[in-house]
């Protein structure tokens, strides 16, 4: 018996496949689509109880004089030159200047100040509560060196007014911290606070070098009184505007870790000789060709395997479309994205551990082999990887006897901090963010650069780096660049936020999530 193929029976057949081949496809968009509409990771706390028992008001005499108070802090020049090279002279100038411009910070009762590796500052300011457990607030003193020569629209010490910018350096890296805090501190005091909290301050002057006098000694002076933090807030992140493409309104990046840091030595050595007769590869040329193969390739793109997703998660339901539906979508979309940062050097720094060749050299003589060549090569490391990893990676690329591969020094990379919704530090930064800025959103974010806190990690699981100085488009290169600066009314906000801060740590528990 013979079957009949009709053509109705095959158009129902292609049919049925059609849809076998349509519909996972329909289904798929509409998740894509129903998760861009619905997503929200970015949970928010019910009602707060009230610790602000004095609000954060200036008037235009307080605001004259903090300015004025801030400006002569950046007009001292307290360079970190090198390890073994500081101005301290501007040190101890900076150090009466506080005893100066903040009297109620250093003869309160409440507040203890104490001197440490000649230098630094640290505050221990006694809470009435005593089984609150305390936290930590940091900044840092010293700057890197600046030369009006590079091209400053204004001497980089001057602390010169232009359009409603204080320029000069330190003004965001990070003196605006250091004065903030402290104003702050002093606005409370006057005004009668004691904190419910114990908390502390550390003003190290020597992070700019790897804080090996200042941050290193306070922590372990606290190590030897037992001292345990609840949470550490230094600088790293700040509250980007305009900075990610798609993003609708500002956004506050908090640093839950640091990137680790490597720095390898590359050397060659072979016999030395005339230019006339030269060997078929150079000491120059080998030690070129190993630097090469790092920079062609790079470190793995690891984008999902640390807390940078979490950002843009974080950030999802303010970006536009089509943006919206990809961040919303990382468990689809997570390759597409990361392969749009890789791209540029800035967003490269978050899904990569980075190679940067730092020092070149060799040579003595135009007609003269070199028998000796070296570079310096400085990797950052992401989140998800060891030293140890980053250092065998770079032996395996290299691959090349000839070129010998010495550690110089690092580090792992920092533990990651919580930013769940019942992680204190976290939810505290958070609100008092949102106090004092309503219309920014708030993530958690990596630093790719180094802070003092990561010493601090024996002290606190819970470090976070973050200062409320707003980066707009082409403000990152004003970092240890030209032309740093920072706005008036900025500053202004900067004392603010810690104003808040320091009372919304005074509450006991945080809120249950929002229902």
């Known amino acids: 018996m013979k079957t009949k193929i009709t053509k109705k029976t095959i158009l129902k057949f292609s049919g049925i496949l059609l849809l076998i081949l349509v519909l996972p496809v329909l289904i798929l968009f509409a998740v894509v689509i129903g998760r861009a509409f619905t997503f ?46 500081q101005n301290t002279t501007a040190l101890q100038e900076f150090d009466l200047l506080l005893r100066r411009v903040f009297p109620k910070v250093f003869s309160s009762s409440v507040v203890q100040h104490e001197m440490v590796g000649s230098y630094s500052h640290l505050l221990t300011v006694s809470g009435s509560e005593t089984d609150l457990k305390p936290y930590m607030l940091l900044a840092h003193i010293d700057v890197v060196p600046a030369d009006e020569a590079d091209g400053w629209d204004a001497p980089p010490f001057s602390a010169q007014e232009i359009n409603g910018f204080i320029y000069g350096r330190g003004t965001i890296d990070n003196k605006q911290s250091v004065m903030g805090i402290l104003q702050a501190l002093e606005y409370l005091l006057e005004r009668g606070y004691t904190p419910r909290r114990s908390f502390y301050i550390g003003l190290g002057h020597d992070e700019e070098i790897s804080g090996p006098q200042g941050a290193v000694n306070i922590v372990k002076l606290l190590k030897s009184r037992g001292v345990k933090l609840l949470y550490v807030l230094d600088e790293g992140l700040t509250i980007m505007d305009g900075v990610v493409d798609g993003l609708i309104g500002p956004g506050a990046l908090i640093g839950v870790s640091e990137k680790g840091q490597a720095t390898v030595k590359l050397s060659v050595s072979s016999a030395p000789g005339h230019s006339s007769m030269p060997p078929r590869e150079s000491s120059i040329g080998i030690l070129a060709s190993a630097v090469a193969r790092l920079e062609k390739n790079r470190m793995p793109n690891l984008f999902g395997h640390g807390p940078e997703r979490a950002t843009f998660e974080h ?13 919303s979508n990382l468990w689809l979309f997570s390759s597409l994205l990361s392969s749009v940062l890789e791209e540029q050097p800035d967003t490269n720094a978050f899904v990569r551990t980075t190679t940067a060749v730092t020092m070149f ?24 990887q060891t030293l140890q990893e980053v250092l065998k990676l770079i032996e395996s690329t290299i691959s090349d006897e000839r070129v ?29 963010v949102h106090d004092i800025f309503p219309e920014v959103t708030v993530s958690p974010g990596v630093c790719v650069g180094n802070t003092d806190s990561r010493h601090y990690t024996e002290l606190s699981p819970d470090i976070y780096r973050f200062a409320p100085s707003w980066y707009k488009p ?7 660049g030209v032309n740093e600066r920072i706005s008036i009314q900025n500053y202004e ?23």
């Open 40 to 85: 929200k990771v970015n949970t928010e706390l019910g009602q707060w109880e009230n610790a602000t028992t004095i609000y954060p008001s200036l008037n235009p005499e307080q605001k004259k004089q903090l300015l004025e108070n801030f400006k002569v802090a950046v007009q001292i020049p307290t360079v970190s030159f090198s390890e073994s090279d």
């Open 315 to 327: 950030l999802a339901h303010k970006f536009g479309w089509p943006y919206r539906m990809v961040m």
């Open 361 to 384: 050299n060799s040579g003595v003589k135009i007609n003269v082999m070199p028998a000796y060549a070296e570079a310096f090569v400085n990797f950052r490391i992401h989140s998800s």
């Open 404 to 432: 010998k591969v010495e550690f110089v020094s690092g580090f792992d990379p920092l533990p990651i901090s919580s930013y769940d919704e019942d992680t204190f530090g976290y939810q505290i930064i958070k609100k008092t």
């Open 474 to 480: 082409g403000d990152s290169a004003r970092f240890h």
């Open 493 to 515: 906000e900067i004392v603010q936020f810690y104003f808040q801060l320091m009372q919304n740590s005074d509450i006991r528990n945080l809120p249950g999530p929002r229902t």
